[in-house]
């Protein structure tokens, strides 16, 4: 979009406080008080008393916006140039009559470690239980919902692709329809490339420093267990006010390690799949993020996912992430067992792709609408 449209009808957003009982002691020490946005469609108070959000009146589905790495629900509120936010990408396609009005809540699940996949870690918290045991029930008692999974959805991009194509399949008794843009996927495509980048920054924090001269290589690979570089990495990177791009992606893949491989009994809480000095790939802990592959999973959760009046998927086949191979994977195991699915591919990469929506959102709402 080069120009940024105007809607003089944009419906309200509503910014609660919710004190989580679920992350209340989390691991990490992330705050369990989080603020949770509610926008609600053109129209939603007409009729209704002011103050009076759970008054009778019209009920609208739901569509939960599950954010990418880095990010928050709060992100999608903000102004955008030449582009819209996600209240003013959803009532344009309102009033262009491309779908018709919603709720859409906008969660706070970032943490410390730069964000969550968007299920239970013993390592990181229990943002599944979070999202569907606090927070839909919240959002049911609070607003004008219809309060049941048929006309209930999420949608996310990368982090929050897979997220929702996640719950799609291990908690689909919460939701009715699903959209995954560039979720993760194909796990060897799309973080194994990145890890010889992230073994390296770790290094950094080696105890002793490597030493110019000859070297004495262990003979033992290790384990996964953080020997001390990683709590020295993140004790580090918390303590600056800007990050460069080498620790963001160090801190992507040290979160994903906390929810793929999460052990109570390594420091830390977690294990990494290479060994940190000669970068072998260790196959007992890929082997536990394999087990998190939506690639590898679709055959165990077939019968969820035929539950769902609409599953969406679709990625740029430029993504730099390599994001397209395991959607393409997944289109085909879909397809494998039988289950109705909508794929796409785009002439695009990884970024700035929320333009997506324009297709994703009108296909939630033909699926959960009354």
Same mark, same amino acid.
């Given at each position: 979009?080069?120009?940024?449209?105007?809607?003089?009808?944009?419906?309200?957003?509503?910014?609660?406080?919710?004190?989580?009982?679920?992350?209340?002691?989390?691991?990490?020490?992330?705050?369990?008080? !989080?603020?949770?946005?509610?926008?609600?469609?053109?129209?939603?108070?007409?009729?209704? %008393?002011?103050?009076?959000?759970?008054?009778?009146?019209?009920?609208?589905?739901?569509?939960?916006?599950?954010?990418?790495?880095?990010?928050?629900?709060?992100?999608?509120?903000?102004?955008?140039?030449?582009?819209?936010?996600?209240?003013?990408?959803?009532? !344009?396609?309102?009033?262009?009559?491309?779908?018709?009005?919603?709720?859409?809540?906008?969660?706070?699940?970032?943490?410390?470690?730069?964000?969550?996949?968007?299920?239970?870690?013993?390592?990181?918290?229990?943002?599944?239980?979070?999202?569907?045991?606090?927070?839909?029930?919240?959002?049911?008692?609070?607003?004008?919902?219809?309060?049941?999974?048929?006309?209930?959805?999420?949608?996310?991009?990368?982090?929050?692709?897979?997220?929702?194509?996640?719950?799609?399949?291990?908690?689909?008794?919460?939701?009715?329809?699903?959209?995954?843009?560039?979720?993760?996927?194909?796990?060897?495509?799309?973080?194994?490339?990145?890890?010889?980048?992230?073994?390296?920054?770790?290094?950094?924090?080696?105890?002793?420093?490597?030493?110019?001269?000859?070297?004495?290589?262990?003979?033992?690979?290790?384990?996964?267990?953080?020997?001390?570089?990683?709590?020295?990495?993140?004790?580090?990177?918390?303590?600056?006010?800007?990050?460069?791009?080498?620790?963001?992606?160090?801190?992507?893949?040290?979160?994903?390690?906390?929810?793929?491989?999460?052990?109570?009994?390594?420091?830390?809480?977690?294990?990494?799949?290479?060994?940190?000095?000669?970068?072998?790939?260790?196959?007992?802990?890929?082997?536990?993020?394999?087990?998190?592959?939506?690639?590898?999973?679709?055959?165990?959760?077939?019968?969820?996912?035929?539950?769902?009046?609409?599953?969406?998927?679709?990625?740029?086949?430029?993504?730099?992430?390599?994001?397209?191979?395991?959607?393409?994977?997944?289109?085909?195991?879909?397809? %494998?067992?039988?289950?109705?699915?909508?794929?796409?591919?785009?002439?695009?990469?990884?970024?700035?792709?929320?333009?997506?929506?324009?297709?994703?959102?009108?296909?939630?709402?033909?699926?959960?609408?009354?």
């Amino acid at each position: 979009m080069a120009r940024k449209r105007t809607n003089p009808v944009t419906g309200t957003t509503v910014v609660l406080e919710h004190d989580s009982r679920v992350l209340a002691d989390n691991p990490l020490g992330d705050p369990h008080i !989080r603020k949770l946005a509610i926008w609600l469609p053109p129209g939603y108070d007409q009729g209704v %008393a002011r103050g009076s959000r759970g008054a009778r009146g019209r009920r609208y589905p739901v569509l939960f916006d599950l954010v990418g790495f880095t990010g928050s629900g709060h992100a999608h509120l903000n102004w955008r140039p030449f582009d819209e936010n996600v209240p003013e990408r959803a009532a !344009r396609l309102i009033h262009e009559r491309k779908m018709g009005p919603c709720i859409v809540v906008f969660p706070d699940c970032f943490t410390c470690l730069g964000g969550n996949q968007y299920v239970n870690s013993p390592a990181i918290g229990r943002y599944a239980d979070y999202l569907t045991r606090e927070l839909i029930p919240h959002v049911d008692r609070e607003f004008r919902t219809l309060a049941s999974r048929e006309h209930r959805g999420c949608f996310g991009k990368s982090s929050g692709g897979y997220g929702a194509i996640i719950h799609g399949m291990q908690y689909a008794k919460y939701w009715g329809a699903i959209a995954d843009h560039s979720g993760d996927a194909y796990f060897d495509f799309c973080y194994l490339p990145d890890w010889p980048r992230t073994l390296n920054e770790l290094d950094r924090y080696r105890k002793p420093r490597r030493r110019p001269g000859r070297q004495v290589v262990r003979a033992r690979r290790g384990d996964g267990a953080d020997d001390g570089r990683i709590r020295r990495f993140l004790e580090a990177v918390w303590r600056k006010e800007k990050l460069n791009d080498a620790e963001v992606h160090t801190l992507m893949e040290l979160a994903m390690a906390a929810t793929y491989d999460p052990d109570p009994r390594a420091p830390g809480g977690f294990r990494v799949p290479f060994d940190f000095d000669t970068g072998e790939l260790l196959p007992r802990r890929w082997a536990k993020w394999l087990a998190h592959d939506p690639i590898h999973l679709v055959g165990r959760y077939a019968r969820n996912l035929r539950t769902l009046a609409g599953i969406y998927v679709d990625c740029g086949w430029r993504d730099q992430y390599h994001l397209h191979y395991g959607a393409r994977i997944l289109s085909r195991q879909l397809a %494998a067992h039988g289950i109705r699915h909508t794929y796409e591919e785009f002439d695009d990469t990884h970024s700035s792709i929320d333009y997506r929506m324009d297709v994703s959102l009108p296909f939630l709402y033909r699926a959960l609408k009354p």
